[in-house]
């Protein structure tokens, strides 16, 4: 996929995960710093039926542009999702989940990205 596509999908992910209420959306830009995905995108949810509409159109968004999971681990009862979409992955966390696990330290080395500016 070419990076202005890959740019647009992270911007429809970012604007359908603030739709649906998700906090604390962040970006990361890890493209410099592994070969895994070009972008992390991190959220925070309050609840498990939050967590499950959020999968949904986060796949649904995917979907339409012709982007299939290669992998999701996790499911809407669990308190961290990782959707892996190969240039982009997007982790759902619990409030508790996403400060224990705390991706944006260990990730620390990629671009926090504004959205706006993507």
Not at 19 to 37: N, S
Request: hydrophobic fraction near 40%; aromatic fraction near 8%.
């Amino acid at each position: 996929m070419q990076e202005d596509q890959i740019r647009d999908l992270v911007k429809k992910v970012y604007q359908c995960l603030s739709e649906k209420k998700a906090e604390d959306i962040r970006v990361i830009d890890i493209r410099d710093v592994t070969v895994v995905a070009d972008y992390f995108i991190i959220a925070t949810v309050n609840n498990a039926p939050q967590l499950s509409a959020l999968m949904d159109a986060v796949d649904e968004v995917m979907y339409k542009n012709g982007v299939h999971a290669k992998h999701t681990e996790g499911n809407q009862h669990s308190s961290w999702v990782l959707m892996d979409y190969e240039d982009i992955i997007v982790h759902l966390f619990s409030h508790e989940d996403r400060l224990f696990y705390d991706l944006e330290r260990i990730w620390q080395d990629g671009v926090d990205v504004d959205i706006q500016n993507i």
